[in-house]
C-alpha cells in the first residue's frame, strides 16, 4: 500500500523548533516533487502551501510569509522530506500534511501531523 509517514509533529513554545519528517513507502516511485501544507481547522477552508522541494534539482520554495523560518530538504534515497521550522509562531498552529507529487500516480496525500505553538 502506497502511503506517506509523517512524523515529528507536536507542541512548543513560541520562538521554539520542530522537525517534521515524512518518508513513502509501498512502492517505487517517478517523484516530480514532494512538500508540505497546512491547514487551520475552522479557519482555512483549503490546505495551504509551506513548502516544496523539486525532486531533481532540489530547488526550494517557500510560502512569502515564513519569513526564511523554515527549511525543506529531501533524501533522494529514502524518498523523504524533512521540514526543519524554527522561530515557531502561535500563527504556525496547523495541521501539516505532507504531499508527494508523481509523475505516474499523482498526488499523495500524508495523514497530517497537529503542530501547536503556545504564547
Known amino acids: 500500500q502506497v502511503q506517506l509517514v509523517e512524523s515529528g509533529g507536536g507542541s512548543v513554545q513560541a520562538g521554539g523548533s520542530l522537525r517534521l519528517s515524512c518518508a513513502a513507502s509501498?512502492?517505487?516511485?517517478?517523484?516530480?516533487?514532494m512538500g508540505w501544507f497546512r491547514q487551520i481547522p475552522g479557519v482555512d477552508q483549503d490546505r495551504r502551501i509551506v513548502?516544496?522541494?523539486?525532486?531533481?534539482?532540489?530547488?526550494?520554495h517557500y510560502r512569502d510569509s515564513l519569513g526564511g523560518r523554515f527549511t525543506i530538504t529531501r533524501d533522494h534515497n529514502k524518498t523523504a522530506v524533512s521540514l526543519q521550522m524554527n522561530t515557531l509562531e502561535p500563527e504556525d498552529t496547523a495541521i501539516y500534511y505532507c504531499?508527494?507529487?508523481?509523475?505516474?500516480?499523482?498526488?499523495?496525500w500524508g495523514q497530517g501531523t497537529q503542530v501547536t505553538v503556545s504564547p
Open positions: 504531499y508527494l507529487d508523481d509523475y505516474e500516480r499523482g498526488r499523495i
Open positions: 509501498g512502492g517505487t516511485f517517478n517523484v516530480m516533487d
Open positions: 513548502a516544496r522541494i523539486s525532486w531533481r534539482a532540489g530547488s526550494a
